[in-house]
Nanobody
Framework: QVQLVESGGGLVQAGGSLRLSCVAS????????VGWFRQVPGKERELVAA????????YYHDSVKVRFTISRDNAKNTAYLQMNRLKPGDTAVYYC???????????????WGQGTQVTVSS
């Protein structure tokens, strides 16, 4: 079993930056791929970025390429999402999740965090 806790969300002006963290409990975190998802009311949860268990394979949604960077530190059981040049369209609740499959998606992700709100003002 893996428990995930996100932090780092908040209110930021357009063009600003935030770094989200996802801290995992349990000794198997390093064996999972990690995905960062986001969701706005009325829309499906979408994968924003993902990273393989060994940090070799990154994935980015087209809308965040160049602006967002995903990383992980398996020794600290933590994954990160550095978000730069934020836009109002990035406003959402952001979730981290882990999956034993590549690439993570809402259906195959085994464990989820509670989510953290990111609000970008114009």
């Amino acid at each position: 079993q893996v428990q995930l806790v996100e932090s780092g969300g908040g209110l930021v002006q357009a063009g600003g930056s935030l770094r989200l963290s996802c801290v995992a409990s349990g000794r198997t975190f390093s064996t999972y791929a990690v995905g960062w998802f986001r969701q706005v009311p009325g829309k499906e949860r979408e994968l924003v970025a993902a990273i393989s268990w060994n940090a070799i394979l990154p994935y980015y949604h087209d809308s965040v390429k160049v602006r967002f960077t995903i990383s992980r530190d398996n020794a600290k059981n933590t994954a990160y999402l550095q978000m730069n040049r934020l836009k109002p369209g990035d406003t959402a609740v952001y979730y981290c999740a882990v999956s034993s499959l590549w690439r993570p998606n809402p259906a195959n992700s085994n464990y989820w965090g509670q989510g953290t709100q990111v609000t970008v003002s114009s």
